[in-house]
């Protein structure tokens, strides 16, 4: 089974995921990227995407891209979100990498783009330490 095929198949797990309409557009060894597209109840009080949604985008992306090196038992540790501009746009895309895998903890880090019919623009960075899961 493909990187791709595998996190649709989790990501389709998560009710929160399938309620946002988490979309995983790419999947490949140490990298993963994906999208929402906007809706109303996504803003927050001046009509920009919620903080909780970029960091949400954010978790989720660098989540994933541990995910194809290291497997799907992860949990979040740590992570910290740059808002580095209002997020605007008609669809949104976080694109993750693996900084450092390790046997008990996985540096990430990700960009969050709007988009837009001008392009994209980058809107949020972030980092997320997971820690590895022992087996069941």
Partial sequence: MSYLETLKIINN????????GIEV???DHGEAAIAIDW???FGQYSGYLHAGLVATLIDTACGYAATTVIGPRLLAAN???NCLRPAIGQRFVARARVVKPGKSQVFTTCDLFACDADGEK???NG???LTVLAAP
């Fill in 13 to 20: 797990l998560a009710a929160f995921n399938r309620w946002c």
């Fill in 25 to 27: 557009i790419l999947a």
């Fill in 39 to 41: 809706r109303d109840e």
């Fill in 79 to 81: 992570f910290s979100v």
């Fill in 122 to 124: 980058l809107v949020a």
């Fill in 127 to 129: 980092q997320t330490l």
